[in-house]
């Protein structure tokens, strides 16, 4: 019995439109991206009940031909490529021909388009994919594309769209990623005739995300440099990172652009955290919006019908060169947090309260990765202006400093003397490790998932410096320590340290700051002990030579600024 049958072309076509269409928001991504790719200098985004109703996208681009109004729906039909070769000359968002027969064919769609190289325009209607209508009509340049009733023809896709917000969520988050990237066309996103989004569309990226994302996020970020050292190949970037105090616990705030396009990239972001270096700890991102401009030779955007995976020919080299351009950007920046009160709330495009100060309160691992700390010198002349009288202490905690230019300057006395300790290590020991015998051999007592741990990362702990040996089936004997904890931790500190080495599944590097960190930590003064003028001058003396000041090995902030001109503002001096 015949059991392979060829589906039906309607059939093909709504399995097709799975893999472009799944939610309103992926009808907006794709039609913004033709209308950028038209070359518009203005769109706007209507939609009603989350998409559900109705989705109207108008631009002022180039438009459509007459003739090709129903072959712009046919599968594969693009004005983008000719053929696999234009792939490495891409220089538009689509290419693939998918993206409208795909919406098409799960919707009722009404387009009315004039090109500019005609005195008239037309209409078109579909259903399903198929016309119903087609006609010439009055209107300006341009194209406005209304897709109405998604999903009308799956009814088990209808149950998969979400509450009206959870919608509109996804519709703003697209709008955004497009307009931050394009600050020279405005954008204006309408829900239910009420304006969500607009920007100026005046070419400034800066004003850009002011408009999106409100001042409060602005006022911590920094303009991207290109890197010290130039790259093997060409390749540029720009975009802006916010300084390490403004950190969230998600990636969320993670903007990533190859050639204006919006990707989720995996290598970009460990090379925006990796230039970040032990200034954020290790589970903390910044808000960034970095745009990388590179041949498209160099890259492959045909790997995902949605196009937001991008697959870098040489990694490497685009890797440090962005770790690069985030590590040069942070040297020559001022990045101690300043004490400031916030007059309004940041608010989101869609009116909400924006959760950034929940997210920055998110808890995160206070474990960083080993990432040359010590290769990242700050420029000459740009030590910090702390002065080292006078000197004040505060709940047994914090030391009072001013600058030279009469800011006061908070100093936590744990964290910067334990970055202070930290910088001492790595430049006596490098990536060296060296034993110190026990006079006493340890057996600690083990949880069975502890005892796996260590048995599975033998290796690695013996590469740590420590000395252990299996004590029969269920635990082990230390023999010897690594020597930086010599009389600094008691036996219950060993075992700690040990778990938190073997839970560490990074490279050698990355164990080596575990262990570094917390051989820095354990020989710092606390939080809590009462400092005499010698011990506070010798902190801030270390601080000030420190090479990264800002923070400690495990991410957390050492000072923080109060600036003459916030203190002269709060009595009203000002």
């Known amino acids: 019995m015949k059991s392979i049958f060829v589906l039906e072309e309607q059939a093909i076509g ?21 209308s950028i790719d038209a070359r518009s200098t203005h769109i706007i985004v209507e939609v009603g009940n989350g998409g559900r109703d109705y989705i109207r996208i108008t631009d002022d681009g180039s438009g459509i031909c007459e003739e090709d109004t129903e072959v712009a729906f046919e599968k594969h039909a693009t004005s983008k490529i000719k053929g696999i070769e234009d792939l490495v000359s891409l220089h538009t968002l689509g290419f693939r021909g998918e993206a409208l027969p795909s919406i098409a064919a799960v919707s009722r769609i009404e387009l009315s388009t004039r ?32 897709v109405k009733s998604l999903f ?29 990237i394009n600050p020279a066309i405005k954008f204006e996103l309408f829900h239910d005739a009420k304006s969500i989004i607009s920007t100026l569309g005046n070419g400034k990226m800066l004003d850009a995300i002011v408009n999106t994302y409100g001042s409060s996020v602005a006022n911590d970020l920094i303009e991207l440099k290109e890197p010290d050292s130039s790259t093997c190949f060409n390749v540029r970037i720009n975009g802006y990172i916010s300084k390490p105090a403004a950190s969230y616990g998600t990636k969320k705030h ?65 890797f440090h ?28 495009a869609l009116g909400f309260r924006d959760r950034s100060e929940e997210e920055k309160k998110a808890p995160v691992s206070t474990q960083t990765a080993f990432q040359t700390d010590m290769g990242a010198d700050m420029p000459d002349g740009s030590r910090l202006d702390i002065c080292s009288v006078p000197l004040y202490q505060v709940l047994d905690s914090y030391i009072i400093a001013q600058s030279d230019s009469d800011d006061v300057i908070m100093i936590d006395q744990h964290a910067a003397a334990e970055r202070a300790n930290f910088e001492r290590l790595i430049e006596r020991y490098g990536h060296r490790i060296d034993k110190q015998t026990l006079l006493r051999p340890y057996v600690p007592e083990l949880s069975p998932h502890q005892f796996y741990l260590i048995q599975e990362n033998e290796e690695a702990l013996r590469d740590m410096g420590f000395d252990i040996e299996r ?27 040990i778990v938190r080495l ?34 506070m001058r010798a902190i801030v003396a270390g601080l000030r030579n420190a090479k990264l000041p800002f923070t400690c090995p495990h991410g957390r902030p050492t000072m923080i600024r109060l600036t003459k001109k916030e203190i002269e503002k709060r009595f009203k001096r000002r």
Do not use: W
Not at 169 to 179: G, L, S
Not at 327 to 341: F, N, W, Y
Not at 479 to 495: L, Q, S
């Open 321 to 348: 060169f962005i770790v690069g351009a985030v590590s040069t950007t942070l040297r020559q920046a001022d990045l101690i947090p300043e004490v400031i009160e916030r007059e309004k709330e940041a608010v989101g």
């Open 115 to 146: 090109h500019r190289s005609e005195d008239f325009g037309s209409f078109l209607n579909l259903e399903g994919g198929v016309r119903k209508e087609r006609r010439r009509i009055s209107r300006s340049v341009g194209t406005t594309l209304e």
């Open 152 to 180: 009308y023809n799956l009814p088990a896709r209808i149950g998969t769209i979400r509450s009206k917000s959870t919608e509109l969520r996804h519709m703003v988050d697209v709008c955004i990623n497009y307009a931050v």
């Open 502 to 535: 073997v839970e560490e599944s990074g490279k050698r590097e990355e164990r080596i700051k575990v262990l570094f960190s917390t051989a820095a930590c354990k020989a710092s003064v606390k939080a809590g002990e009462k400092l005499s003028y010698d011990s």
């Open 471 to 497: 004590l029969g089936d269920d635990s082990y004997i230390i023999r010897a320590i690594p020597v930086v904890f010599h009389g600094m931790i008691g036996e219950e500190e060993i075992t700690e340290v």
């Open 14 to 34: 709504q399995i097709a439109a799975g893999e472009v269409v799944d939610r309103p928001a992926s009808v907006v991504k794709e039609l913004i991206e033709n």
């Open 254 to 318: 993670l903007f990533t652009y190859v050639n204006n396009r919006f990707v989720r990239s995996e290598l970009v972001e460990r090379a925006i955290k990796r230039g970040y270096m032990s200034l954020l700890p290790k589970y903390a991102y910044p808000f960034a919006v970095l745009a990388i401009t590179i041949d498209p030779g160099e890259i492959n955007v045909n790997i995902h019908p949605k196009k937001h995976e991008i697959r870098f020919y040489r990694s490497d080299d685009v």
